[in-house]
């Protein structure tokens, strides 16, 4: 079965940093686009980040600012995304998911909650 | 940026239609791709390039998409369809945008 599991959640100080990890099985990773999509609590989807398949097409979104790195190692099937200067409105259950291939989503991971609070 | 707008909730019987919109500025333009989300867990996509289902989904579900307006239909609504539905589009080749999200409630 494809499976993708988050980890790497919890809890943070404001300014803080985090690295999550989703872990990726069932399918040929490195030969798909990766995506990070966030939640806050109560909210909807927001994209966060995509890689391509072998790193060289790189997006984020806007609001983030530069403070989100994602890297992916297709030797380890894991993607990554490198979290600093977290902020309150950061706090959200952050998902991977797979890139079927014409930019829709599926299948998602469980998601790894990350809250920055004092 | 690329807006798209969902009503905040739709309501109806067992048995009924539910029919769930995506508006957008020339949104018949692009591809408009649907997820299920119910409480606790993550979305499941239910319809991809407008009107295609994933294996597994039932053909109770189905999109059209057209003019400033997509549209995901459930017919022979069950209990359990109630979810929370989201649209999602790419604004530009590396931006893809979601909809606010429609909940769905089988009264």
């Known amino acids: 079965d494809v499976q993708l599991v988050e980890s790497g959640g919890g809890l943070v100080k404001p300014g803080g940093s985090l690295r999550l990890s989703c872990a990726a099985s069932?399918?040929?990773?490195?030969?798909?686009?990766m995506h990070w999509v966030r939640q806050a609590p109560g909210k909807g989807l927001e994209w966060v980040s995509s890689?391509?398949?072998?790193?060289?097409?790189?997006s984020y979104a806007d609001s983030l600012k530069g403070r989100f790195t994602i890297s992916r190692d297709n030797a380890k099937n894991s993607l990554y995304l490198q979290m600093s200067n977290l902020r309150a409105e950061d706090t959200a259950v952050y998902y991977c998911?797979?890139?079927?291939?014409?930019?829709?989503?599926?299948?998602w991971g469980q998601g790894t909650l990350v809250t920055v609070s004092s | 940026s690329y807006v798209v707008t969902q009503p905040p909730s739709v309501s109806v019987a067992p048995g009924q239609t539910a029919r769930i919109t995506c508006g957008g500025n020339?949104?018949?333009?692009?591809?408009v791709h649907w997820y299920q989300q119910k409480p606790g867990q993550a979305p499941v996509l239910v319809v991809y390039?407008?009107?295609d289902r994933p294996s597994g989904i039932p053909e109770r579900f189905s999109g059209s998409n057209s003019g400033n307006t997509a549209t995901l239909t459930i017919s022979r609504v069950e209990a359990g369809d109630e979810a929370e539905y989201y649209c999602?589009?790419?604004?530009?080749?590396?931006?893809?945008?979601f909809g606010g999200g429609t909940k769905v409630t089988v009264l």
């Open positions: 998911a797979r890139d079927r291939g014409n930019g829709d989503f599926g299948p």
């Open positions: 069932g399918f040929t990773f490195s030969r798909f686009t």
């Open positions: 890689i391509g398949s072998s790193s060289s097409s790189i």
């Open positions: 020339n949104i018949g333009s692009k591809v």
């Open positions: 390039d407008d009107s």
């Open positions: 999602q589009v790419w604004h530009s080749t590396d931006h893809p945008v």
